[in-house]
């Protein structure tokens, strides 16, 4: 695969992005950004479980 047919093909798949405008119709901002966030918190707290000496 040569870098022409390359860059070509990535030029057509993002102009096909654009018609979808890229999120689904499920998918709540507010909720991903909240379940992303309870996953941090709850690995900040694993984290300090382990880290006990200090």
């Known amino acids: ?3 022409n047919s390359t860059a070509a093909q ?3 798949l ?3 992005g654009e018609e979808h405008g ?3 119709e499920s998918l709540s ?3 991903t950004g909240i379940g ?3 996953i ?3 690995l ?3 984290t300090t479980r382990f880290n006990r000496d200090r």
Do not use: K, Q, R
Request: no cysteine; net charge negative.
């Open 14 to 16: 993002a102009a096909e």
């Open 29 to 31: 901002p507010y909720v």
């Open 10 to 12: 990535l030029v057509t």
């Open 40 to 42: 941090l918190l709850l």
């Open 22 to 24: 890229g999120n689904h």
């Open 1 to 3: 695969m040569s870098f």
């Open 36 to 38: 992303a966030f309870v």
């Open 44 to 46: 900040l707290w694993i």
